[in-house]
Structures are given as C-alpha cells and as structure tokens.
C-alpha cells in the first residue's frame, strides 16, 4: 500500500493496531519515549478479582466465556481463579504481550481480553504465559526476545497445534494509546508466514493479517459486527 494509505495490522497474543502512514515513525518514537521501561508492577494489576474475571470472560461471547478458564494476573504471576468445562482460556492481556520491538511495550494502561479455544490454550498462549514469568523475573526486552526464541528453537514452547484460534470481542478493550478500542473478531493462528498465500493485505482484499516473527505465527483476522454482549460493532474503515 501506498506511504499515505492507512494500513491495519493486529499481532497476536495482546493485539497490536500498528499504522504505517506518513506520521508513523512520530507516533512510534512519541511512544518510545512515553515507555521507555517498566512501570511500577502495581500499575498493570487490576485490583479487584472479580472485575478481572469480568473483563476476561468479555472477550468471548457468554455461551463460550461462561464456561471456560478463567486466569488472572497477580504478583506471582497468572493463575487460574475459575475452572473451566468447555476447554477454552479467557484472560486479560497486559503490554508485554506485544512484540519487543513495538512502542507501548510497557504501557502499564493496555487491557487486551482473550479467550482462546483449547488447541490455542495449549499451543499459542504458553507464550504470553512464558513472557510474563520472564517480566516478573525483571529481564529486559532483548532477554525476553531471546528467551522465548531459544523456547521455540529447543522445543521447551510447544508447536501451534491446527486450529488454534481466539476471540477478542470486548468492549472493555485498551490496545494502545491512539486507538483504544479496535473491531471485535476472531483471530486463527497459523504457522509460519502465510500472508503471501492468503494474499492477505492485498489493495481491496478482505483478508487481514499479520505475520508475527517473534512467535512465529501468521494471524487470520475475521471482522464480527457485533462485541461480545451482542451490541453493534462500529463499520470496518477503509
């Protein structure tokens, strides 16, 4: 696409909205210097339990959240505060989730609700799970690059399963400071880079996606017109 077009890109795991236009490099250096190190860990806590559970359990619509696992983030790390019977995983993603090379890496504001079915439960959020642990352990971004290359070179991450997907349909979503809020969807996970055969991202193509080369994943975007709690969605922009 042309320097002067918009181009919509999600990454997984903790979504990112990365927009390459004219302003882009002023809006990723403004972030850079916003963030350029972790805040205080007490900021990306939510305090209440119960409000956690909430807003992870709104990424899903209820016949799907309602029975599913629920975790959440404390000092010690996630931990699950709800069983679930159905196989898939809801939690709320904080920053890190992001690649370590993006801007608001350490935005202690982003709240990025997902629930993964049980092939993505055990394949794809063992990731995010992993970078948490090295965040709480204090490593920088080049350690937790390196670290979670060297988990997926070594087979200590285990390889995305076929079918692995998520739904992020909240309302209740902050993605990053220039955005907020992005379309409620449904992300299917793939391995490798499939945007060339997906032809995805091609001028007036409806397929989004975006190839994440630090999880090593592809990320099929599916638009829905409606969030979790069944309310209209605002129209997909150009």
């Known amino acids: 696409m042309r320097k002067d077009q918009v181009r919509v890109v999600a990454l997984a795991f903790a979504l990112q909205i990365v927009f ?32 956690e559970i909430t ?29 679930g ?31 993964f079915n049980a092939q993505a439960a055990r394949s794809f959020a063992p990731i995010y799970l992993m970078k948490t642990r090295l965040v709480l352990a204090g490593k920088s971004k080049a350690e937790i690059s390196q670290a979670v290359a060297k988990a997926l070179d070594t087979k200590q991450l285990p390889a995305l399963e076929p079918g692995a997907m ?42 989004i996606a975006a190839n994440d080369l630090e999880e090593r994943v592809t990320i099929l975007f599916v638009l829905a017109d409606k969030w979790s709690d069944g309310t209209a969605a605002p129209a997909k922009t150009p």
Request: glycine share 6%; charged share 15%; with cysteine.
């Open 166 to 207: 998520a739904y992020m349909m909240s309302k209740q979503q902050y993605l990053n400071d220039r955005d907020l809020v992005w379309h409620p969807h449904a992300m299917f996970f793939f391995s490798g880079d499939m945007e060339k055969s997906w032809a995805a991202n091609s001028p007036n193509s409806p397929v």
């Open 20 to 51: 390459h236009d004219a302003g882009g490099q002023a809006v990723a250096s403004a972030g850079n210097a916003l963030y350029p190190a972790m805040a205080p860990f007490e900021q990306y806590l939510i305090s209440d339990e119960n409000s």
């Open 55 to 83: 807003m992870a359990r709104s990424a899903a619509p209820g016949s799907i959240s309602e029975e599913a696992e629920v975790m959440v983030l404390g000092h010690q790390g996630y931990k699950t505060a709800v069983k």
């Open 85 to 115: 019977t159905n196989g898939f995983l809801c939690l709320v993603e904080r920053s890190w989730g992001q690649s370590t090379d993006q801007a608001e890496f350490w935005n202690p504001k982003m709240r990025a609700p997902h629930c």
